[in-house]
């Protein structure tokens, strides 16, 4: 098997919200990622799903170390990226970068879009000649579906679409091998949805890149993604490959996400069973004991409320967090 481009290992983003009382006391915790183990291999695409507050942008930003671990590694072929020097981490980002949510926001209002594309270029080839950026620009442009002779446009006279095409340009313009896309087309409109995930997965295959794919849009992560990852409360609920995941989801929580997207055909539509999930997510600053989907879990039992149950092995490439999962050696 090829060796992971990135190994995570019980990685945890905590943020310290504030103190109860007038005087202080004890501390207010959000655990927003709470030890999140996984391997990304190259030229894969994880999906990262689960609902607002779950912890996928969190966790996303922090394997780049945009934010600051409480606890785990990450490991870049073979580097402890938590151990590297400013210079050298500097260095490392040109090997990963990251697509934003809201495109038009991402993009600083007072450049070009060129001069936006360049950016990368300016930082990590200093060496390159005004002449040589200008031609590699224009040629990014018109790999990722923009005319060339829209480099000195501004971002507000692009739409949505074209907005977020600036962004993948200026993402792979240094030819990195990692992509964090921090749901990228979730501001779209459907139609451009689907143009933006092509071009993503066309230029995957074209420039081997990986992805880590953060949506909420299970539909969408199922068309882009090699394996899919769950996740709720900061904790990983089940992981496996893409065709696993969907047709045999195993967590009750999966299985509640899996129901809820929407099939083409209206008859098998109706038909399909659906799994409705009671209450609200709690709040990450008061999570619940144990398992914490136990508050909407419809198999809790007194276990799940005492302790959380481990990530076991539920296949060659599947993995399930649950007490009473319907895992192939039980009943």
């Not at 109860?20 to 799903?49: I, N, Y």
């Not at 990963?96 to 007072?110: E, G, K, T, V, W």
Request: hydrophobic share 40%; glycine share 6%; with cysteine.
């Amino acid at each position: 098997m090829t060796a992971p481009l990135l190994s995570v290992n019980d990685l945890k983003v905590h943020f310290e919200i504030g103190r109860r009382g007038l005087f202080g006391g004890a501390r207010h915790v959000l655990k927003a990622v709470d030890g999140v183990s996984f391997d990304l291999r190259p030229g894969e695409t994880l999906g990262l799903v689960g609902e607002s507050g779950c912890g996928k942008s969190t966790l996303g930003r922090a394997i780049l170390r945009l934010l600051p671990l409480q606890s785990g590694r990450t490991v870049w072929l073979g580097r402890d990226l938590a151990r590297l020097a400013p210079r050298e981490m500097r260095e490392m980002r040109r090997e990963m970068q990251i697509i934003f949510q809201d495109p038009l926001a991402s993009l600083n209002p007072r450049m070009t879009a060129g001069e936006i594309i360049a950016e990368p270029l300016v930082t990590f080839r200093p060496e390159l000649k005004r002449a040589e950026v200008k031609q590699r620009v224009q040629a990014m442009m018109a790999k990722v579906g923009l005319l060339p002779n829209q480099i000195n446009r501004y971002p507000h006279e692009f739409s949505g679409g074209q907005c977020q095409r600036i962004g993948i340009a200026r993402a792979i313009i240094n030819e990195p091998r990692l992509i964090v896309c921090d749901e990228p087309v979730s501001a779209l409109d459907v139609s451009i949805q689907a143009q933006i995930i092509n071009l993503l997965m066309d230029l995957q295959a074209e420039m081997g890149l990986s992805l880590i794919f953060i949506s909420h849009n299970l539909a969408v992560v199922r068309h882009i993604s090699h394996r899919v990852m769950v996740l709720y409360l900061g904790k990983v609920m089940e992981i496996a490959d893409r065709d696993s995941l969907y047709a045999n989801p195993l967590h009750p929580y999966t299985q509640a996400l899996n129901s809820a997207v929407p099939v083409p055909d209206p008859d098998i539509e109706r038909a399909k069973p659906r799994v409705v999930l009671k209450g609200d997510l709690p709040s990450p600053l008061n999570p619940p004991s144990g398992c914490p989907f136990r508050t909407r879990c419809p198999r809790a039992t007194q276990v799940c409320a005492e302790c959380m149950p481990a990530l076991e092995r539920a296949g060659a490439d599947h993995m399930v967090a649950c007490h009473h999962a319907a895992m192939p050696d039980r009943p």
